[in-house]
């Protein structure tokens, strides 16, 4: 079963803050979240373990809330570069033992105006 | 480190046609995965493999597909007598693991069209 993004679109102004919200049914060992651009393959960004941290990459960071299965990703200061889709990832401890295995949310498209 | 490289970029075929694409992963990756994705959704989990070994694949994946890593390198997925919904991207990841999991590393994909 895929974890469930919120919200599915979200446009920007320059300078703006966007959070993009990640929820699984199952309990989940580790959260991964790639942003794709239109006709390109996923980049990675970031990966969160179980254990509830919480990480930073330049303007984006990431929090991940092991209690409620949720993963956040937090868009500060958006650039135009910022622009596409973004996908959270999920391993599930179930999962775990067939080793990184990701299911895919259904992602969400961003786009950032000047 | 020049990334992971797939062929075709692009196929085209007519249905029942059986078709091959390639994936040439990280050298220093051991896992390889397959996805496919349809416009507007995620990439879909096809199956995977930690050096030559195939450790899963999907539930939802029909006996046309079939997939191999020979000597652990390069990868090959085969899609048997091709239908009008196999068309999709396929997409090729690595990713190094040992112990902790790390972020994957995608191929730029093969877009299928059945006609």
């Known amino acids: 079963q895929q974890p469930v993004q919120s919200p599915q679109a979200v446009i920007l102004r320059e300078g703006e803050d966007a959070v993009i919200n990640c929820s699984s049914s199952?309990?989940?060992?580790?959260v991964h979240w790639y942003r794709q651009k239109h006709g390109e393959a996923p980049v990675f960004l970031m990966i969160l373990l179980k254990g509830g941290e919480q990480k930073g990459h330049d303007k984006i960071s990431a929090s991940f809330n092991e209690k409620k299965q949720q993963s956040s990703l937090y868009l500060t200061a958006s650039q135009l570069s910022y622009s596409g889709t973004y996908f959270c990832?999920?391993?599930?401890?179930?999962?775990?033992?067939?080793?990184?295995?990701?299911?895919f949310g259904g992602g969400t498209r961003l786009m950032v105006k000047p | 480190d020049t990334g992971v490289s797939q062929d075709p970029r692009h196929k085209i075929t007519k249905r029942g046609q059986n078709v091959t694409f390639r994936c040439d992963p990280i050298?220093?990756?051991?896992?390889l995965y397959w996805y496919r994705q349809t416009l507007g959704q995620g990439p879909e989990f096809l199956t995977y493999?930690?050096?030559?070994?195939?450790?899963?694949k999907s539930r939802l994946l029909s006996d046309r597909f079939s997939a191999e890593r020979p000597k652990g390198s390069f990868s090959t997925l085969e899609i048997q007598r091709t239908e009008q919904g196999d068309s999709a991207m396929y997409l090729c990841?690595?990713?190094?693991?040992?112990?902790?999991?790390?972020?994957?590393?995608f191929g730029s994909g093969t877009r299928l069209t059945v006609v």
């Open positions: 493999f930690q050096n030559e070994a195939q450790l899963e």
């Open positions: 050298s220093e990756h051991n896992r």
């Open positions: 199952k309990a989940l060992y580790s």
């Open positions: 990841a690595s990713s190094f693991h040992r112990g902790l999991p790390y972020g994957y590393t």
């Open positions: 990832g999920t391993e599930s401890l179930a999962d775990n033992n067939a080793g990184n295995m990701l299911t």
